[in-house]
T-cell receptor, first 109, second 114 residues
Framework: TQLLEQSPQFLSIQEGENLTVYCNSSSVFSSLQWYRQEPGEGPVLLVTVVTGGEVKKLKRLTFQFGDARKDSSLHITAAQPGDTGLYLCAADSNYQLIWGAGTKLIIKP | DAGITQSPRHKVTETGTPVTLRCHQTENHRYMYWYRQDPGHGLRLIHYSYGVKDTDKGEVSDGYSVSRSKTEDFLLTLESATSSQTSVYFC?????????????FGSGTRLTVV
């Protein structure tokens, strides 16, 4: 069974701080996706990482795919209240998404 | 244009009544999915479809049925609603040219069974 372990499950920090969310697995994936979900809405794709060792940046968000393609991380620099939301990692496997449990992030002004 | 819409957005129904949720897409994708999202459980797959009249069960399919008579519409039916089916339901579509491009989700239907 392919699983994605996401940590931490909950994070509450002050505006301006940095944070990292992890998504780990014992399985190798061809790619990993990161979504953000805001209250009352569906998940929205932030980025897909495809190549082992790949780093992608989306403004203050940095996404990394592990060399072995088993893990990924999301780093937010200087977090802002607008970053508040549920962050989900996922892998597309056999035409279905395997989900991490999600990280609920709260950024306090 | 969102590409995918769900209706209704909110619904309150009584235990034992049938309920149908609708998902409509304008992207002409083959793959469509129904998920439910509950606190502590994340997103769980109920059913999915890989073409007109082609559907399959997900991990939490008991008590639910689906139908897809047109590419653009995927219906989720609760034959006899129970309180345990109170949840937020999301529909999603997967691009035919590859899941690596990400799935697109609807805005959800909040269903309350009383």
């Amino acid at each position: 069974t392919q699983l994605l372990e996401q940590s931490p499950q909950f994070l509450s920090i002050q505006e301006g701080e940095n944070l990292t969310v992890y998504c780990n697995s014992s399985s190798v994936f061809s790619s990993l996706q990161w979504y953000r979900q805001e209250p009352g809405e569906g998940p929205v794709l932030l980025v897909t990482v495809v190549t082992g060792g790949e780093v992608k940046k989306l403004k203050r968000l940095t996404f990394q795919f592990g060399d072995a393609r088993k893990d990924s991380s999301l780093h937010i620099t200087a977090a802002q209240p607008g970053d508040t939301g549920l962050y989900l990692c996922a892998a597309d496997s056999n035409y279905q998404l395997i989900w991490g449990a999600g990280t609920k992030l709260i950024i306090k002004p | 244009d969102a590409g995918i819409t769900q209706s209704p957005r909110h619904k309150v129904t009584e235990t034992g009544t049938p309920v149908t949720l609708r998902c409509h897409q304008t992207e002409n994708h083959r793959y469509m999915y129904w998920y439910r999202q509950d606190p502590g459980h994340g997103l769980r797959l109920i059913h999915y479809s890989y073409g007109v009249k082609d559907t399959d069960k997900g991990e939490v399919s008991d008590g639910y049925s689906v139908s897809r008579s047109k590419t653009e519409d995927f219906l989720l039916t609760l034959e006899s609603a129970t309180s345990s089916q109170t949840s937020v339901y999301f529909c999603a579509i997967r691009p035919d040219y590859g899941g690596v491009y990400g799935y697109t989700f609807g805005s959800g239907t909040r269903l309350t069974v009383v």
